[in-house]
Each structure stands twice: as structure tokens, then as C-alpha cells.
């Protein structure tokens, strides 16, 4: 079955501190890969997203992510994390094949100041 | 530009009761969808809409029923609410069935 990993469930960093948030999935094929992040009591909003070219993705906030396509992974990255970074974080995943976003499990990020 | 709204924000039901959950995006997308955010599980979808005049069941059907009453609206019905339906729902839209989706802003359904 298609699915999406987030393994980190949740993460807790110091501000300033460098954060890596894992993901994987497990289709096939040409992908369309997002991050999407739920800042605490608000709805969900777009970070970045990657359909084609460098797999280098660089999004809101400072916010980044590298899609290694060897690795199915789609990995986000923030070189210095703020408190106001706290929040859940969603990778989601779509291919040619489907008509339909699959969402991973969602990873929950506090910074402390 | 409202994006994507949704209502009611809140609603307190008792098992057996019925309720609509109202959907209208303003971004004139094709593709509209439900899910229901339960904590530890991420969003899961309920059902979706790829264009207007079609609904296809998603991940987590059971229970509900829809309508896409236009390109705009795409409601959520509960026929019989069951505690397990005790969640956030909502209702996102996008241009495309591939594309970046637009959230609402969700409903928090308990049901006692």
C-alpha cells in the first residue's frame, strides 16, 4: 500500500538549534512531494513543495527540503530553528497515478526559548 | 478572497444526531476534498471531489456522506454521528487533483 513515513513523531529543540525532520514514501513513478505546517490552533498551510527541477526546495521562512529520489525521502531542513517554529509538520505525496494527497502522520516540533 | 471557509467552528452533537458540515472555496479550484485530523493519525482522507459533479470515496468513508452542490460548496454529512466521529474535520481545494491543496480553517465535531 502507498504510505508516508514521518518517524520523527515528535521533536524537541532549543532555539538556534538545526532541525532535520524525516520523510519517506513509498510510490513510484514521478512524484509531487509537499510540506505542509499546522501552527497551533490554525489550519493547515503550504511550506514548500516539489514537482520537477532542483531537488533543492527552498520555502517560507527559511525552511527547506531535498528530494532524493534514490531514497524516496523528502527531507525538511532549517538551519536555526525559532521559537515561533513550533508547530506540527506534514509531508504529503501525490504521483501521476492517484487523484489524491497522502498525508504522513504529522511531527510535532517545540522550540524552547 | 476568503480562500477556503468553512462552518460551523464548533458543534457539540449526541450520538444518533445528524449534522452538515458547510464547505465554500472562492479560488474557483476543480478539486475539493474532506478529511478528518485525529491526533497521532495526521489528516486522513474522507472523501474528495477531482471536479465538480464528481465525489469518490477517500480513506476513512464510512459514516459520512457528501455533496458537491457546485464548483464552490462541497459539504460533509453525518447521517448517524458516533463518538468515533469525535475530530477535527476539513475541507481543503485545489486547482488540480496533483496540485498545492488550500486549507479551511476546521471544525471541531465532538459527539457524546
Known amino acids: 500500500a502507498q504510505s508516508v513515513s514521518q518517524h520523527n513523531h515528535h521533536v524537541i529543540l532549543s532555539e538556534a538549534a538545526s532541525l532535520e525532520l524525516g520523510c519517506n514514501y513509498s510510490y513510484g513513478g514521478t512524484v509531487n512531494l509537499f510540506w505542509y505546517v499546522q501552527y497551533p490552533g490554525q489550519h493547515l498551510q503550504l511550506l514548500l513543495k516539489y514537482f520537477s527541477g532542483d531537488p533543492l526546495v527552498k520555502g517560507i521562512k527559511g525552511f527547506e527540503a531535498e528530494f532524493i529520489k534514490s531514497k524516496f525521502s523528502f527531507n525538511l531542513r532549517k538551519p536555526s530553528v525559532q521559537w515561533s517554529d513550533t508547530a506540527e509538520y506534514f509531508c504529503a505525496v501525490t504521483n501521476t497515478g492517484f487523484q489524491k494527497l497522502v498525508f504522513g502522520t504529522g511531527t510535532r516540533l517545540l522550540v524552547s526559548p | 478572497n476568503a480562500g477556503v471557509t468553512q462552518t460551523p467552528k464548533f458543534q457539540v452533537l449526541k450520538t444518533g444526531q445528524s449534522m452538515t458540515l458547510q464547505c465554500a472555496q472562492d479560488m474557483n479550484h476543480n478539486s475539493m476534498y474532506w478529511y478528518r485530523q485525529d491526533p497521532g493519525m495526521g489528516l486522513r482522507l474522507i472523501y474528495y471531489?477531482?471536479?465538480?459533479?464528481?465525489?469518490d470515496k477517500g480513506e476513512v468513508p464510512n459514516g459520512y456522506n457528501v455533496s458537491r452542490l457546485n464548483k464552490r460548496e462541497f459539504s460533509l454529512r453525518l447521517e448517524s454521528a458516533a463518538p468515533s466521529q469525535t475530530s477535527v474535520y476539513f475541507c481543503?481545494?485545489?486547482?488540480?487533483?496533483?496540485?498545492?491543496?488550500?486549507f479551511g480553517p476546521g471544525t471541531r465535531l465532538l459527539v457524546l
Open positions: 471531489s477531482a471536479s465538480e459533479g464528481t465525489t
Open positions: 481543503a481545494s485545489s486547482e488540480g487533483n496533483q496540485e498545492t491543496q488550500y
